[in-house]
C-alpha cells in the first residue's frame, strides 16, 4: 500500500520519521504532493516546546508541492486540478465566523489556536496535517495558490515569508510611495519586508541588524536597501535621524524575534504621526523601560502583526514567478526529510553555521 513519509514531533526535541497511509481526496479536499517545506521560526519554537502544540504532531506549515488527487468539489471551488503546482496557506480558517466572513481570517474565532497546517495532531484524521512530510492532506478549508511549476520548489516555498514582508511593510501600515521604512531584524522576513517596501515604491529602506548578521545586511542591500545599520556599532537612532533629516521613519517594523529593546528602539524610530508594526515575537517577555507617553506625544500607530493573508501571498507569488529579485540569495539550504531537526537548530542559531532560508525536500 502505498504510504506518506513524515518527520513526527512526539514531544519537544523528539522528531522522528514516522509513515501514514495516503488518504483520499473525498468530495471536497484534496491530496498534496510536497516537493518543499520552507523551515519557519516558529517550527523551531514549537520543536524546542516554547510555543505550545499537541503532540504527536506533523510540523511545517510553509509548503508547496503538486495536486495529486483533489475531489470534484474542491476543484471547482479553488480552480485547481490534478497536477496544477500549488502554494499552500497556513491557516486552515472557518469561513463562516464574524472574522471570517470580514475578510479577517487569520483570526478566525473557530480556530482555537488548532486548525493551522503543522499545529494539527496526528490523531485528527487523516494525520497528514503537517508539510514536514511526502504527502498533506488539504482540507476543504485550505487556501490555495497556484505558482509556476518552473520555479525551483526551495524557491517556491519563499512565498511564505514575502507574504509576511507584502502584508507587514506594506499593506498594514499603508506604505506610501516615498515614504522611508526602518526594519529591525534582517533574518527571512526583514529581508523579503526589504523587497515589498521597494515593490511599492518607498523612498529610503533602512534596516538594522547586529554585527554577526553582516552578511544579511549586505544582502539587504543588494535586495534595495539604502542604509544597513549594525546595532553594536552605530548609534541607530542618530543614524536614522540623519537619514531622515531629524523626523524619524514614515514606518517601522519589528521582525526580531526574542529582541525585546526593538520594541522600544521602534518607538523611537518612528517619526511623530508614524506607524510601528509589532511582528517578531518576544517569547512571552515583557518589555523594560517602555514608556507608553511615547506613543501619546509621538501620536503612533502601532500594529501588531500574525501571519499573511491572501493579498499578500498573491503578492509574493506573482513576485517570485516575475524573476526580479536573485531570491535564491536568501535561501541558503535545502535538506532532505531526514535532516529536519539539523535545520531547525541551524535557523535558529543553534549549531552557529550561517542561514537565513531553509527547504526541506522530501
Ligand atoms: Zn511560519
Ligand atoms: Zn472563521
Not at 38 to 60: H, K, N, R, T
Not at 178 to 188: F, H, K, R, S, V
Not at 196 to 215: K, P
Request: aromatic share 6%; glycine share 12%; charged share 25%.
Amino acid at each position: 500500500m502505498p504510504e506518506a513519509r513524515a518527520m513526527v514531533l512526539h514531544g519537544p526535541r523528539d522528531l522522528r520519521p514516522g509513515a501514514f497511509p495516503l488518504p483520499d481526496a473525498g468530495e471536497d479536499g484534496a491530496l498534496l504532493r510536497v516537493e518543499a517545506c520552507g523551515i519557519c521560526g516558529s517550527d523551531y519554537e514549537q520543536f524546542e516546546g516554547a510555543l505550545p502544540s499537541p503532540y504527536p504532531v506533523i510540523p511545517g506549515h510553509e509548503p508547496v508541492g503538486v495536486i495529486e488527487r483533489i475531489g470534484p468539489l474542491a476543484s471547482r471551488r479553488w480552480g485547481v486540478r490534478a497536477g496544477d503546482r500549488v502554494a499552500v496557506e497556513s491557516m486552515l480558517r472557518c469561513g463562516h465566523c464574524a472574522d471570517c466572513v470580514q475578510g479577517n481570517y487569520g483570526r478566525c474565532g473557530a480556530r482555537g489556536g488548532v486548525s493551522v497546517y503543522g499545529f494539527k495532531p496526528i490523531a485528527d484524521a487523516p494525520a497528514l496535517w503537517g508539510g514536514y512530510a511526502t504527502h498533506m492532506y488539504l482540507d476543504p478549508h485550505a487556501l490555495v495558490h497556484r505558482i509556476a511549476p518552473e520555479i525551483a520548489p526551495e524557491i517556491a516555498v519563499l512565498f511564505n515569508p514575502l507574504g509576511a514582508g507584502f502584508r507587514w511593510a506594506v499593506e498594514m501600515p499603508r506604505l506610501r510611495t516615498g515614504e522611508t521604512i526602518a526594519i529591525l531584524g534582517p533574518g527571512q522576513r526583514g529581508l523579503a519586508c526589504v523587497i515589498a517596501a521597494r515593490e511599492a515604491g518607498a523612498g529610503a529602506v533602512i534596516i538594522t541588524g547586529l554585527r554577526r548578521d553582516d552578511e544579511k545586511l549586505a544582502l539587504a542591500r543588494e535586495f534595495g536597501a539604502d542604509a544597513a545599520i549594525d546595532v553594536e556599532r552605530d548609534n541607530v537612532v542618530r543614524r536614522v535621524r540623519e537619514l531622515t533629516d531629524g523626523r524619524g521613519a514614515d514606518v517601522v517594523v519589528d521582525v526580531t524575534a526574542y529582541a525585546v529593546d526593538a520594541v522600544t528602539q521602534a518607538v523611537d524610530l518612528a517619526r511623530r504621526g508614524g506607524r510601528v508594526v509589532l511582528a517578531g515575537t518576544k517569547g512571552g517577555r515583557a518589555v523594560p523601560e517602555f514608556i507608553s507617553d511615547r506613543v501619546v506625544t509621538k501620536e503612533l500607530t502601532i500594529f501588531g502583526a500574525l501571519g499573511v493573508d491572501w493579498p499578500a501571498y498573491e503578492h509574493a507569488v506573482r513576485l517570485i514567478e516575475s524573476g526580479r529579485y536573485p531570491l535564491d540569495k536568501l535561501h541558503t539550504h535545502t535538506l532532505p526529510l531526514a535532516e529536519a531537526e539539523r535545520g531547525l537548530r541551524m535557523l535558529s542559531g543553534e549549531t552557529g553555521e550561517p542561514a537565513i532560508h531553509i527547504a526541506l525536500v522530501p
